[in-house]
């Protein structure tokens, strides 16, 4: 098990993009986004340096979910800069932020049912296979060879998320924990520079939880991806992450180590404090 | 007023006559849209159905006469004059609710929680069905619809409006179908009654509760089926207005269904669930067709009726997706 | 028993990856093809070729395009019959241009123009999705129709408004036109869609096809991972169009022969198209044959029943037929909703039990 992805495949490559260790990755700055009069974010900067876990936690509509969608480019914010790599960037298509190496998983599953396992781990390195239609029609030669090389790849990253029985089952047809599984591999096939996680472990029994805590520390150590992460079981985020930022009503109430956070009498009052609060 | 501004005004107001029709079958759709959501694209052939058999009860048809004597080498058409008008109305509406229910029975139980897509395609399935029922059960041959509604064009208005022309101008007044004027006021008539109904009435709630959510809708114990058995019966209801109003004005034809497909520009204008919407639509692809075909269709050589409509629903997609009435769509994943 | 995978293991990825992974279903489909292109011509005739064979060729075809775009790409399609016309009218004007042009360069480059033209409608399926995007297509549909019948360059200021396929060879061998030799238009319709049928397998179980089938499934995730909407639609609507124009230039050049553009081209052909992809099942090549070939020999078959056992007239005839064609799509849809093809998977699930179910 946990076969470490064999070295000259691409993965390398995306994480390997002069950025150091410990230097900023992705750095938001004073992002704000609302709908209609209703404001979602509100003025939040926090920074995801490489290599790390980072966890952003907050109550129910905090704007956690929004803030992922901003930084792949699917929401638009009204204000505010990111940079991701070095890059700034005001707008982006999703597209064109899953090209630079952003990947990410939901918060309800939102894998294409109709295709097997296989096929969506496949789909997930639409971003790396570059033959075009033509070469596609004939299929033998460069098609084929291009498929196959994926295929090794898809491979390794099922035999690591120990899916190999389920590899041509519909995806549709298969149990939650397993469509969640299913869901990270897709994101992993993507080789991704920063990986973002909406709630990886919603709904999922103590087992499960500790196979998904597993499966993110192994991705994080064995290939260095840096991992952003928004999930509610505390225990899990204290103990996986290196350091986290809290949300609550759209602004940001405290950033830093797990236990700086635990500390933090905002976050304290925003969780437990204030009666009538969802944790 | 001159003559130019003049057919203006007359262009305008038939294309409202007109849309005052796409609107009533539009309202179809919307009513069974609303319920089950089913998109249900046998609207059209329900008005065809529903206007064939008005016309055979009024007429005295046996039905399946064709089959009766392919089989039996029999010689059967009519079995006597026929039924008075008001009499074959009540008749055909019978009809339509016993049809209702057989769907309810047949189709619609079977495809409980199926798709949408699949639901349209079991509705394209009973048009088709339908449609050759009609004709085997009535003849495919054209009928004259005559239920003692006006018709003709009304001097009265023609006289008025001769009046409004500039002096000197030459201008014969307007022609106005007194029949596109009886079929709007019904068209008014039916759309009040519906509202009432669904706002007013223990049903009618039932009704909108089922709209909005099934199963919260079967949790407080209204029977599902029930309600799909009533709207059905309302829509075969509309469906049989319908026939009438264009079975009176171009004859019981195929053609008839096919008013069906104009109906989907209407819906995509003022949206699948709103009822106002599908009115307040109906009139813009109507007065919309009119001036397009009175005013560029010339230009292209004319007969751009057939695909205006469409190219209208399409352009306006471009800008407002969500229809006219509708909210705008915030994406969520 | 005849059927097995038990012992039949792969052990790379390039045979776990063809199109018949199972032995025994390899050999029966090189068993049909032989049947097809070496057995069928010598015993083919006129009522054959022009009733059953030929109409069902071209029909598969025309199904296997829309399946592209509405089975593999998601996008439901009204426009069938107005991108045949487009293919047929191509067609047309290519061979009364170019007289010398070989035949089959001119189906393909129908299908060519055919393709742009899909593209061109197929670019508001960016904003508009599901129903709505249906009644885009409806507007292709009637526009197109509207333009072939208004502009009579499109059919040489013929005063009837009709086209008429001139005779033209391939290989010395007549195809087209009143004269062609019935196994010569089989062979030529064949051979063209065994091409076509083996380039949609290939299309669809590459990136080309995930990336549409992405779309389908779940069209926001499949942009947050990186599929580009623009394209991947368009490239659908793009081959789609192509497949459903060589379709509109055999049907109208090789079956037809002679066509007048509302009466060929209707909204009815849409629906018969969409009609034999979903019987025969969304996103599934067999399906698109299974489906066409459903459609095709169904009515042939009643109408030997009722018109020609029976002795009934053809109108009742042809009434029943339209009703029973409806009752059996209701009916599919209860008891299959995803049509012959996953009627076929099931049956071959069961067989390869059989007859130990467990």
Known sequence: MNAPIRPDTQLHTRADDGIATGDDLLVTENISLSFGGVRAIADISFDVKKGEIRAIIGPNGAGKTSMLNVINGFYHPQQGTITFRGNKRRRMRPHEAANQGIARTFQNIALFGGMSTLDNLMTGRITLMKRNMLWHAAWFGPAQREEIEHREAVEQIIDFLEIEHIRKTPVGRLPYGLQKRVELGRALAAEPALLLLDEPMAGMNLEEKEDMSRFILDVNQQYGTTIALIEHDMGVVMDLSDRVVVLDYGRKIGDGTPDEVRNNQDVIDAYLGVPHEDA | MSPAFLNLIETTLNGLMAGVMYSLVALGFVLIFKASGIFNFAQGVMALFAALTLVGFQTGQVPFAHLINAIFGTDLHHWGPGVPTFLAILMAMAVMVLMAFLIERLVLKHLVNQEPIILFMATIGLAYFLEGMGDLMWGADIKPMNVGLPSGG???????????????????????????????????????????????????????????????????????????????????????????????????????????????????????????????????????????????????????????????????????????????????? | ??????????????????????????????????????????????????????????????????????????????????????????????????????????????????????????????????????????????????????????????????????????????????????????????????????????????????????????????????????????????????????????????????????????????????????????????????????????????????????????????????????????????????????????TKEKLRLWPFPY
């Open chain 2, 154 to 333: 009304s001097f009265w208005w023609e006289d008025v409006t001769r009046e409004w022309a500039s002096e000197g101008s030459e201008y014969y007044g307007m022609y106005i179908d007194t029949l596109d004027v009886t079929a709007a006021l019904i068209a008014i008539a039916l759309v009040s009654i519906l509202t009432i109904f669904s706002q007013y009435t223990a049903t009618g709630r039932a009704l909108r509760a089922v709209a909005d959510d099934h199963q919260a809708a079967l949790s407080v114990g209204i029977s599902l089926r029930t309600i799909w058995v009533i709207v059905w019966s309302i829509a075969g209801f509309v469906a049989l207005v319908a026939g009438i109003m264009w079975g009176a004005k171009s004859g019981v034809q195929f053609s008839l269904s096919l008013i069906a497909l104009k109906a989907l520009p209407v819906l995509i204008l003022g949206g699948f669930t709103s009822i106002p919407g599908a009115i307040v639509g109906g009139l813009i692809i109507g007065v919309g067709e009119k001036l397009a075909e009175a005013y560029i269709g010339p230009l292209v050589g004319g007969a751009i009726e057939n695909w205006f409509a469409y190219m209208l629903a399409l352009a306006f997609l471009l800008f407002r997706p969500q229809g006219l009435f509708g909210e705008r769509i915030i994406e969520r994943i």
């Open chain 3, 1 to 346: 028993m005849l059927y097995r995978e038990a012992g039949d293991f792969k052990t790379d990825y390039r045979s776990d990856q063809q199109t018949f992974p199972i032995k025994s279903e390899r050999y029966l489909f090189w068993a049909t093809m032989i049947v097809a292109f070496c057995i069928v011509p010598f015993f083919i005739n006129s009522y054959w070729e022009k009733s059953v064979l030929v109409p069902l060729l071209v029909w598969s075809l025309i199904a296997l395009g829309l399946n592209i775009l509405t089975g593999y790409c998601g996008q439901v399609s009204l426009g069938t019959g107005g991108f045949m016309a487009v293919g047929a009218f191509a067609c047309y004007k290519l061979m009364t241009a170019f007289p010398d042009l070989n035949i089959f360069f001119v189906v393909i480059l129908s299908g060519v123009v055919t393709a742009l033209v899909g593209m061109l409608f197929g670019l508001p399926s960016l904003r508009i999705k599901g129903f709505y995007l249906a009644v885009a297509t409806l507007a292709a549909q009637f526009f197109l129709i509207w333009v072939f019948n208004k502009f009579d360059w499109f059919y040489n200021y013929s005063p009837s408004g009709q086209i008429t396929a001139p005779p033209r060879d391939i290989f010395g061998i007549t195809v087209t036109g009143p004269n062609a030799p019935p196994w010569a238009t089989y062979l030529f319709c064949l051979t063209i869609l065994f091409i076509f049928a083996w380039v949609a397998r290939n299309l669809t179980r590459g990136r080309v096809g995930r990336s549409w089938m992405a779309i389908r499934d779940m069209d926001i995730a499949a942009e947050i991972i990186g599929v580009e909407p623009l394209r991947t639609k368009l490239s659908a609507f793009a081959v789609s169009s192509f497949y459903i124009g060589v379709g509109g230039a055999l049907f109208f050049s090789v079956y037809l022969g002679a066509a007048e553009v509302t009466e060929a081209f209707g909204i009815d052909k849409s629906f018969l198209a969409l009609f034999m992809v979903i019987i025969g099942g969304l996103g599934s090549i067999l399906g698109s044959f299974l489906g066409a070939a459903f459609l095709i020999l169904m009515p042939v078959l009643l109408k030997n029943i009722f018109v020609g056992t029976l002795g009934w007239p053809t109108d009742v005839a042809a009434h029943i037929q339209i009703m029973l064609i409806g009752g059996l799509i209701v009916l599919f849809l209860i008891v299959e909703p995803h049509g012959l093809a996953q009627l076929w998977r099931l």
